[in-house]
Structures are given as structure tokens and as C-alpha cells.
């Protein structure tokens, strides 16, 4: 799965030549440090002051407006939550789409063009193009 997206630019590269990759891909007893609850606890800080995430992170203030099955054997709700400000993350008033309005492709042009969006089809041309056995054989 690995070799799927190599290509010849990168065996004229060194820096991908497997001499040059080779420490990096077998790791050693001194680069591998376990990590400890205190480096953890600054990266989590680190982490929460870079994204400017609260702490303690707001109330999720979960609301159910309804329950439903959509189809047969499947149980659904409607919830929603408070974001940081207040503000409820589903509302009403939302306008309806149809199906229609929402695709990026008039019916025909899907019908012509569905078949590069299958992932079948992109896994067999990745297959051919490093000369793999088909997935249909």
C-alpha cells in the first residue's frame, strides 16, 4: 500500500533512497522516550492555548427536540448543543433543501461521470499504475 504512490521522481531523489530513509523507518531504544504524565499535561496546555480552547470547556447542554426511526431497525434524535457563547449549535428556521439543490452535478452529468467517484475505480487505476493485479481478477 506503501509503494502505491511512488513514483520515478522519487527514486531519482536521495533523500528517498532507503539508505537515507532507513533510520527513520527501524526506531531505536534512544530516539523512543515514553512519555511522561507531566510532559503530557504541558502538551495538553500547550495544545488548548494554541487553539484558544477553554478550560474547563463550556456545559454541552444536550437538548433532545425528538425522537424517530428513518428507516426500519433504526433509532434517531434530534439533539442540540450550546456552543461556548450560548449560542444553540441547531436551530429553527432553517430552510429546506431538496436533493437537487444540494448536488454539485445535474443528473446527467452524474450519470456520465459516477464512475470516477467510485472507490473501486480508483483503487483499480492505483493497482495498474504500479502494476498490481486487478481488484476484479
Not at 108 to 131: M, N, P, S
Amino acid at each position: 500500500m506503501a509503494m502505491m504512490f511512488w513514483n520515478s521522481r522519487m527514486t531519482r531523489n536521495p533523500i528517498f533512497s532507503p539508505l537515507f530513509l532507513a533510520p527513520f523507518l527501524v526506531p531505536s531504544s534512544s530516539v523512543c522516550q515514553t512519555l511522561t504524565a507531566a510532559q503530557e499535561q504541558t502538551w495538553r496546555a500547550q495544545i488548548r492555548s494554541n487553539f484558544f480552547i477553554p478550560d474547563p470547556l463550556p456545559a454541552l447542554a444536550a437538548q433532545t427536540h425528538r425522537r424517530f426511526c428513518p428507516a426500519p431497525g433504526v433509532s434517531a434524535e434530534a439533539v442540540t448543543y450550546a456552543t461556548q457563547f450560548g449560542t444553540r449549535a441547531l436551530g429553527g428556521d432553517i430552510p429546506g433543501y431538496s436533493r437537487d439543490d444540494l448536488n454539485v452535478f445535474t443528473l446527467q452529468e452524474w450519470e456520465a461521470r459516477k464512475k470516477e467517484f467510485i472507490l473501486e475505480t480508483w483503487l483499480q487505476a492505483a493497482q495498474e499504475a504500479i502494476g498490481g493485479i486487478s481488484s476484479q481478477q
